[in-house]
């Protein structure tokens, strides 16, 4: 059964670093792109950032554009965010994704594949 298991999260210091990773098992997820959301307490869950299969093409949201970077390692089917300049509006549960097609989307509804979900606290 393919299954997406997030880890990483925890509780940083706005200005801080944290590297969230997503161990993907089951299947490959080489062809598939892949994406991180996010979802605040009361809030949508909202795009952070996505992926193309090979890596080679990523897009980010506004918020987080020049402070996150996505990653995966093919090889080791792993995904990768790595989160710096954190600020607390960036507290929420992170989320890896997985979808059936190469290039990835914004809509959370596209996606097939999703992790439990990790914690991020920002303290200012």
């Known amino acids: 059964q393919a299954q997406l298991v997030e880890s990483g999260g925890g509780l940083a210091q706005a200005g801080g670093s944290l590297r969230l990773s997503c161990a993907a098992s089951?299947?490959?997820?080489?062809?598939?792109?892949m994406g991180w959301f996010r979802q605040a307490p009361g809030k949508e869950r909202e795009f952070v950032a996505g992926?193309?299969?090979?890596?080679?093409?990523?897009y980010y949201a506004d918020s987080v554009r020049a402070r996150f970077v996505i990653s995966r390692d093919n090889a080791k089917n792993m995904l990768y965010l790595q989160l710096s300049s954190l600020k607390p509006e960036d507290t929420a549960v992170y989320y890896c994704?997985?979808?059936?097609?190469?290039?990835?989307?914004?809509?959370?509804?596209?996606?097939?594949?999703w992790g439990q979900g990790t914690q991020v606290t920002v303290s200012s």
């Open positions: 089951g299947r490959s997820f080489s062809s598939f792109a």
């Open positions: 992926i193309n299969w090979s890596g080679g093409n990523t």
């Open positions: 994704t997985a979808r059936r097609d190469i290039n990835w989307s914004k809509r959370p509804d596209d996606y097939e594949y």
